[in-house]
């Protein structure tokens, strides 16, 4: 099936006289007959659901459908975007590995890799989004376990050579994990270029309404862990009486374990409502991301030929340096997110977004509602003004997320707010 009907059709297959949509199970615990059958699913040796912080049938569904829109072999859903990030990372490293990842992503991962995981002994280096083979081929340790970056990086908008990056994780014997967030599975399958994880904010497109919180990760199943130096999935869990996971799961060796070992020892589960409302998002993420990317590129062109605009960047226009990447990877368009520098610096950008009346200032970005952000001052606030030129990131940069209004409501409402610059 192609990915429009995948939205819509995957992962729920009602039966005989069962809700035709997904149901919401809002149980924490279920029923059986048996210990001896309840003993088999502690010990990994059946499926089957027995308490919600490990499994649900309706979060087994919602993952079911986000790892047949990425192509991978299986999925997890978590509490949040940044749940998912932290275990993307922790199920496969441990105090004294190291970790490379992109300069440009996301402030609140940055600050988790930066601050969280190098408290517990991780230890990261961050690399520019454009950094070639040569200069990555630097940054690579005996003790580095993986490679972290976005596809759209945010909110730079740095489009990551996904190959690139792939192929000297590779060499190295480490898995290459992107965010692919901003994209969604409907503008770039990252597993198709040779990527391994997949995590995703789903409150962000997923979801696309902004009323439930909630992340996933996605395993490929095309990694092979037993050629690089990953104890934790090669040797045997006493936890679980001395399961190797890369032996009794093979492909799913990754993604099992996170589901078994790291969501229920840090119980970041994503509810059952939440995961509902997730659903309902994905029916119909194929033709959101469609109007996103439409209007975004015709504001972009708006905002190009503006002369209180510094700049404007957006992988969707011809004269961004990232548009022939962009093309490569995401020819059906990348998001709905523009970068835009405001001229007279960081006054200026407030004074735009507060002359905004159809746009709202909030704490989020990618949902159906047209929405601004100030990156410096706000999600990105604790980085060093180093950090944020590595990042990408201008004391007078807006983050403008395109929403899926009439794209003519939209601009006018621009018009208006520049005015006031």
Not at 240 to 251: A, I, L, M, P, R
Not at 327 to 347: F, R
Request: with cysteine.
């Amino acid at each position: 099936m192609k990915i429009d009907t995948l939205c819509v059709q995957a992962g729920y297959e009602p039966k005989n006289s069962e809700p035709r949509v997904l149901p919401i199970v809002q149980s924490t615990t279920f029923a059986y007959d048996s210990a001896e059958t309840m003993g088999k699913l502690f010990d990994l040796e059946e499926a089957g659901f027995f308490y919600t912080r490990l499994a649900n049938p309706t979060l087994d569904t919602v993952a079911k459908k986000i790892a047949a829109l990425e192509g991978g072999v299986g999925a997890m859903l978590t509490a949040s975007g940044q749940a998912a990030s932290l275990i993307s990372i922790t199920n496969i490293c441990k105090a004294g590995d190291h970790v490379i990842a992109s300069a440009a992503i996301y402030g609140g991962t940055f600050n988790l890799f930066n601050k969280t995981l190098r408290d517990l002994g991780i230890d990261f280096d961050f690399v520019s989004p454009t950094s070639t083979a040569d200069e990555l081929e630097k940054f690579f340790k005996p003790n580095t376990k993986a490679v972290f970056v976005e596809t759209v990086t945010n909110p730079s908008l740095d489009v990551i050579d996904i190959e690139l990056f792939a192929n000297a994780a590779h060499a190295h014997r480490c898995p290459l994990i992107v965010d692919n967030t901003f994209a969604t599975p409907v503008n770039c399958r990252p597993f198709e270029w040779g990527a391994d994880i997949v995590v995703h904010s789903t409150s962000k497109y997923m979801d696309g309404h902004a009323v439930a919180l909630g992340g996933v990760v996605v395993d490929s199943g095309n990694f092979d862990w037993t050629q690089g130096d990953y104890p934790m999935l090669t040797t045997p869990d006493e936890t679980y009486h001395g399961v190797v996971y890369t032996e009794q799961f093979g492909k799913a060796a990754y993604i099992t374990k996170c589901c078994t070992h790291l969501m229920r020892d840090l119980g970041c589960q994503q509810s059952p409502q939440n995961a509902f409302l997730l659903n309902l998002g994905l029916d119909t993420l194929a033709l959101r991301m469609e109007r996103h990317c439409a209007n975004a590129l015709k504001v972009a062109k708006y905002l190009e030929g503006h002369d209180k605009v510094e700049s404007v960047n957006f992988p969707g226009l011809e004269s961004n340096p990232y548009y022939e990447l962009a093309q490569k990877y995401m020819p059906k368009g990348t998001c709905g997110v523009i970068s835009i520098c405001i001229k007279g610096g960081k006054e200026g950008a407030v004074r735009f977004m507060e002359g905004l009346k159809l746009a709202k200032i909030v704490i989020h970005v990618a949902d159906a509602r047209t929405c601004v952000l100030h990156p410096a001052s706000t999600t990105h606030r604790q980085l060093t003004d180093e950090q944020l030129v590595d990042a990408g990131i201008a004391p007078n940069m807006v983050r403008f997320s395109v929403g899926i209004e009439d794209p003519d409501d939209i601009i006018e409402d621009i018009a208006q707010a520049l005015e006031c610059v």
